[in-house]
């Protein structure tokens, strides 16, 4: 099953605005959580990471915040500009492996 | 939930031996599967496109006869490190398109932890 769940698939905002894209997970034992941004044909590039010891990370416009209580994670862009438009990938990380998302596709809106 | 499966998760090798990753999709059909290599910044760097029933796309820069691909069926690709160097050693990511689930959903494979000595 998997272990790490992106459960919106698109998201459209207003430029300007804030973008919140969220993430769950299932495994307790991950310890250091990643976010993604990727444009169409290209791979993933890499974005933001937390370790599982701190609860915030911020980067300029980025912003990952984690909750392992709730085993949620979540990457705030704000304020979102129209070349933010791209698929959103958060990963896990526990060991030597990574465990992906399936992608939430943001689109900011001019 | 659809899931993406590697084998082996982690390798080690000679220099100058082949090694096989082999990428499944569990419980859907990927026509569709993609390879990357990731690098220590953790950009994942897309190597080559692989379609099912037809020849691999490569990236500009990947050597095709040095990275060989082969999509032989609806849930399985492979990727054939051939005569493998130290320079090749590297994280290896697999993900499939769910044909049903939309475009732009990718699932990922694990990954495999290549090391040749």
């Known amino acids: 099953d998997q272990q790490v769940k992106q459960n919106s698939p698109s998201l459209s905002v207003q430029e300007g605005r804030i973008s919140i894209l969220n993430c769950d997970y299932t495994n307790s034992m991950f310890d250091y959580f990643l976010w993604y941004k990727k444009y169409p044909a290209e791979g993933p590039t890499f974005l933001i990471s937390i370790s599982s010891i701190k609860d915030k990370n911020e980067d300029g416009r980025f912003t990952v915040f984690l909750n392992k209580s709730a085993k949620h994670l979540s990457l705030h862009i704000v304020p979102s500009q129209p070349g933010d438009s791209a698929v959103y990938f958060c990963?896990?990380?526990?060991?030597?492996?990574?465990?992906f998302g399936t992608g939430t596709s943001l689109t900011v809106i001019p | 939930g659809a899931v993406v499966s590697q084998h082996p998760s982690r390798v080690i090798c000679k220099s100058g031996t082949s090694v096989k990753i082999e990428c499944r999709s569990l419980d859907f059909q990927a026509t569709t599967m993609f390879w990357y290599r990731q690098f220590p910044k953790q950009s994942l760097m897309l190597m080559a496109t692989?379609?099912?029933?037809?020849?691999?796309?490569?990236e500009q820069g990947v050597e095709k006869d040095k990275f060989l691909i082969n999509h032989a069926s609806l849930t399985l690709s492979t990727l054939t490190v051939t005569s493998a160097h130290p320079e090749d050693s590297s994280f290896y990511i697999c993900s499939a398109n769910n044909p049903d689930r939309g475009s732009y959903e990718q699932y990922f494979g694990p990954g495999t932890r290549l090391t040749v000595t």
């Open positions: 692989s379609n099912e029933g037809s020849k691999a796309t490569y």
């Open positions: 990963a896990a990380s526990s060991g030597n492996q990574f465990y």
